[in-house]
């Protein structure tokens, strides 16, 4: 037998641990991304000014590389993200709020660059108003009904735009009530009379009216009983205010679209735990929690943004592009209005599974209450825009 030798090198057994890196701030080594000792971030801003960008697309909206693996099941597959949430895997994908609040932003940003309504004629001021200054009957009807052509072609370049469609039936009524006015007005007089070609002076007066009389601050205010002074003062402060900005928008419609456009994030989301009371209800037996209900509101509140969005994008594309493909553009458009419907009877069938009839059923319903709930929701919002612009 014989005895083998092992000569080890001066280098070999001896070679120096790797320094742990410390803590810049109380010296404590680090075991992760923050001090254990005094909580300080390992990273501070003296760096890559476009690793900061990733860190705060990260940290405020969510925003990393887990939106390329979020948004095509959010648009493609019913459901999914629901379900993979309520199985727990979750890290993986954009949290539902900021998925939602993210592309609720976005898409309504676009919007106010791709809708235009400057074409659009609406009510307009006193005697510059083409249906107050008309001085016949058929005249007034033109003009009425060139204008409702042009609202009704707005109503159709923007689809369903929650809102939108909401501040353009308002301003066909207004027209149609202007000219039932003015051609009133024409019956009344005489054959010959000069008042006939006279239009009325004080016809703004009448776009804000009380008590079936023109509002005024002084002569007609508007009076609530139970209210007290300090109250009515500032319901007809905020007439006036909402009277001044109607006659703005007349002459410029996009400050309507852009009001409207701004605040229908917020009415979503104030809306948004009344959409996942109405699951409850309607879901009552299926013992699912309301958090459950809210997370599959918010997954189908973002996978609408997100079809918008394509809307809008396919629009303004339309528009840049060469007239021969217009027709390519118009057919996607179509396919994305009859995904949205489909893809919400799709998911609830999914997230919920029952059988067909009463998932129809449910869904005939809270698509009624709910479209009745958004266009209140709309008004309202469009009418604080009117006060507060």
């Known amino acids: 037998m014989s005895d083998t030798t092992i000569t080890a090198t001066?280098?070999?057994?001896?070679?120096?641990?790797?320094?742990?890196a410390a803590c810049q701030n109380c010296g404590t080594p680090l075991l992760g991304e923050h001090c254990y000792r005094c909580g300080q971030p390992v990273k501070g801003l003296v760096r890559h000014f476009s690793s900061i960008i990733g860190d705060f697309l990260d940290s405020v909206l969510n925003i990393d590389a887990r939106v390329f693996r979020t948004l095509w099941p959010l648009f493609s597959k019913p459901g999914y993200?629901?379900?993979?949430?309520?199985e727990g895997r979750r890290v993986r994908y954009v949290s539902p709020v900021r998925l939602f609040v993210f592309l609720s932003i976005v898409t309504f940003f676009v919007a106010q660059f791709t809708l235009d309504f400057s074409g659009v004629k609406?009510?307009?001021?006193?005697?510059?108003?083409?249906?107050?200054?008309?001085?016949?009957v058929q005249e007034v009807v033109r003009n009425r009904d060139a204008t409702l052509a042009e609202l009704q072609k707005a109503h159709r370049d923007t689809g369903d735009v929650p809102g939108v469609s909401v501040g353009l039936d308002a301003a066909a009524t207004a027209i149609r009530a202007k000219a039932d006015r003015r051609i009133a007005e024409l019956k009344a007089v005489k054959p010959g009379d000069a008042a006939r070609n006279k239009a009325p002076e004080q016809d703004n007066d009448e776009d804000l009216s009380f008590n079936g009389k023109p509002w005024d601050a002084r002569t007609n205010p508007i009076k609530v009983p139970w209210f007290p002074d300090f109250a009515n003062r500032k319901l007809n402060?905020?007439?006036?205010h909402a009277k001044e900005n109607v006659h703005r928008m007349q002459r410029d419609p996009n400050l309507l679209k852009d009001a409207v456009?701004?605040?229908?994030?917020?009415t979503l989301f104030v809306l948004?735990?009344?959409?996942?009371?109405m699951l409850k209800i309607v879901y009552a037996f299926r013992r699912r929690l309301y958090m459950e209900h809210l997370i599959v509101a918010l997954h189908s509140h973002a996978f609408l943004c997100l079809s918008l969005l394509l809307v809008f994008l396919l629009m303004a594309l339309e528009d840049a592009l060469a007239p021969a493909l217009h027709g390519v553009f118009k057919f996607l458009q179509v396919l994305l209005w009859v995904w949205m419907p489909v893809y919400l009877l799709l998911m609830q069938k999914r997230v919920y599974g029952?059988?067909?009839?009463?998932t129809v059923l449910k869904y005939c319903l809270l698509g009624f209450c709910y479209f009745i709930l958004l266009s209140f929701g709309?008004?309202?919002?469009?009418?604080?825009?009117?006060?507060?612009?």
């Open 378 to 389: 709309a008004a309202f919002t469009m009418l604080a825009g009117l006060v507060w612009m």
């Open 272 to 277: 948004m735990p009344i959409f996942a009371l």
């Open 261 to 266: 456009l701004s605040v229908v994030p917020s």
């Open 122 to 136: 609406m009510d307009g001021d006193g005697n510059n108003d083409a249906i107050a200054s008309a001085k016949t």
């Open 354 to 358: 029952q059988g067909w009839a009463m």
């Open 10 to 20: 001066p280098d070999e057994g001896m070679r120096p641990e790797p320094q742990q």
């Open 81 to 86: 993200l629901s379900h993979e949430y309520f």
């Open 237 to 240: 402060e905020m007439a006036g």
